[in-house]
């Protein structure tokens, strides 16, 4: 038996006992009727669909933007859902505003979730800049009239809102009044949702973010009984242990990226990750489930596979709210955890609890690298992170990953073991970049050739080397 769904959307309190697989996209518009929020796509590419959510921390809402037509209804559970009608305000807010007198909109089509995206841009931070205003739009897409206009809108909301001087969002006009009582609403929820208790359910399907099994299987995961995935709310998403880092299966993207933590020991983790998806991607797609969709050119596996990370795994859903290595369950290598095409080892009632790694030392430097057909929202063609500890020039520990030239994401094993205790220099690089094409066996397919792939990888594996020791390696020397 499934629980009543509660949540807020807009200014009304919802409980509901629909499937809990249904995308939000789907209730707001077949089940409430707002019409606002589009369906374009239906694969999280064109942001028709733009939502936002808002969840506690602590006293606070922190609202981001989500693709509804991926995001099922059981997991904003006790959280704001947004809709473009729930930014209604008297007239037209200053991001609607700018939107119409830059002629940004023709057809109307994309314009809701221009205006989701924008508006939670100026919701979400404190000093505004004209091109973060704009890369805050990366997961909306105008078929008709085109960008030009549209980055008018946004870099004229900027500085509209950066000459009011402190002044609310709500005189600023951008929220309707409610917002302000939503926090107070959610916390009574919370604790009208914890005393209703949970219900027994069969798991069918395990959904994290859900951008992954909503693109591939959703009529499939609608008919079945769904579980979800997240952290208990009371846990770290990423911490450290010891001389370890210890990152939650459901972190998502956007967590990585926001991470003070782990800015610390990736000083460009930021860039790296800037490459994956849009933002409502990495508000929603989970290291847990990157690593067990087993996509070989999957992002976040490949930089974890590079840090030799460990998995840890749990028989069920029920995390134990005590952090620490004793409490994680079972170990698996992530480098020896796929098995082959989608091949796993993994029972089918484990799930990923945590991914930990040896903290990075003085000495070791991390590179990551992707290349697809187009550079932003694109999957890869080939992708490749490289850990490296040198002491005097000479390796001493060293991991390699490549994604897109195999059926798994690639861990080069051999190519480690003939780059341990070598010198760094410019004749070691194509020599070891020769071991790694060995390695792999890549398929012609829409990203590219056989030979392509390799080449790709060859020149990824240069660029590893190029970047991090730049005295050492000549360019010239390598090709
Ligand atoms: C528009 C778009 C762009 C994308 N761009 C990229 C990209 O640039 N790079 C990239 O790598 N990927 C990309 N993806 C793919 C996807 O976003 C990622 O693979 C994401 O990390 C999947 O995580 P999720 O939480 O959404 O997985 P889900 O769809 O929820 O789950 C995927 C699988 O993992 C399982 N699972 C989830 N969490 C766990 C866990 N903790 N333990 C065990 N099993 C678990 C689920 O049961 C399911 O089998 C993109 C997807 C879309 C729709
Ligand atoms: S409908 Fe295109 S992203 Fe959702
Ligand atoms: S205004 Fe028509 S798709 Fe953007």
Redesign the pocket.
């Known amino acids: 038996m499934q629980n009543k769904i509660s949540f807020i959307c807009n200014d009304l309190e919802i409980n509901t006992g629909i499937h809990p697989a249904t995308t939000v996209l789907d209730f707001l518009r077949k089940t409430l009727f707002l019409t606002g929020t589009k369906e374009g796509c239906r694969?999280?590419?064109c942001g028709a669909c733009t939502v936002l959510i808002g969840e506690l921390s602590g006293n606070e809402v922190i609202y981001k933007t989500v693709n509804s037509c991926?995001l099922p209804i059981g997991s904003v559970v006790g959280k704001h859902v947004v809709s473009i009608e729930g930014l209604n305000v008297d007239g037209l807010s200053p991001v609607q505003l700018a939107m119409v007198e830059e002629g940004g909109t023709q057809c109307g089509f994309c314009t809701p979730g221009f205006i989701i995206s924008l508006s939670a841009y100026f919701l979400n931070n404190k000093i505004y800049d004209h091109s973060e205003a704009i890369e805050s739009l990366d997961g909306n897409i105008c078929r008709c009239t085109g960008h030009t206009a549209i980055k008018r809108a946004a870099v004229r909301s900027v500085d509209y809102f950066n000459n009011l001087k402190g002044e609310s969002l709500f005189s600023a006009g951008l929220l309707p009044s409610y917002f302000s009582d939503i926090p107070n609403r959610l916390i009574g929820l919370k604790s009208k949702i914890a005393s209703n208790g949970d219900s027994e359910r069969t798991t069918q399907?395990?959904?994290?973010?859900?951008?992954?099994?909503?693109?591939q299987k959703w009529e499939d995961i609608y008919k079945s009984d769904v579980n979800f995935?997240s952290n208990n709310g009371n846990e770290e998403k990423i911490y450290i242990s010891g001389n370890e880092c210890f990152v939650n299966?459901?972190a998502t993207?956007s967590d990585l990226m926001n991470s003070e933590l782990l800015l610390k020991y990736f000083p460009d983790i930021k860039q790296y990750f800037a490459?994956?998806?849009?933002l409502p991607?990495r508000n929603?797609?989970?290291?847990?489930?990157?690593i067990?969709?087993a996509?070989p050119?999957?992002?976040?596996?490949s930089f974890f596979l590079a840090l030799n990370s460990k998995l840890h795994l749990i028989g069920d859903n029920s995390a134990p709210t005590q952090q620490g290595k004793d409490s994680l369950g079972r170990e698996v290598l992530l480098r020896k955890f796929y098995l082959g095409y989608k091949t796993l080892d993994?029972k089918p009632e484990?799930?990923?609890?945590t991914i930990s790694f040896k903290l990075t030392t003085t000495n070791s430097l991390f590179s990551y690298e992707k290349v697809s057909r187009r550079t932003y929202?694109?999957?890869?063609s080939v992708n490749t992170s490289l850990y490296i500890e040198s002491n005097n020039d000479i390796i001493k520990e060293i991991h390699i990953s490549a994604g897109g030239v195999a059926p798994i994401p690639l861990y080069l094993s051999k190519t480690r073991d003939f780059l341990l205790n070598k010198k760094v220099d410019s004749k070691l690089v194509p020599e070891a970049a020769k071991i790694a094409i060995s390695e792999t066996s890549p398929i012609t397919d829409a990203r590219g050739s056989v030979q392509y792939k390799k080449l790709l990888l060859r020149q990824l594996l240069f660029a590893h080397f190029l970047k991090l020791f730049p005295i050492l390696v000549n360019y010239e020397e390598l090709v």
């Open positions: 694969e999280g590419d991926l399907y395990r959904i994290g973010g859900g951008t992954d099994l909503f693109v995935i299966a459901s993207v490459l994956f998806g849009s991607i929603r797609a989970t290291i847990g489930g990157n067990v969709n996509s050119i999957a992002d976040m596996t993994k484990e799930i990923i609890r929202l694109d999957i890869a």
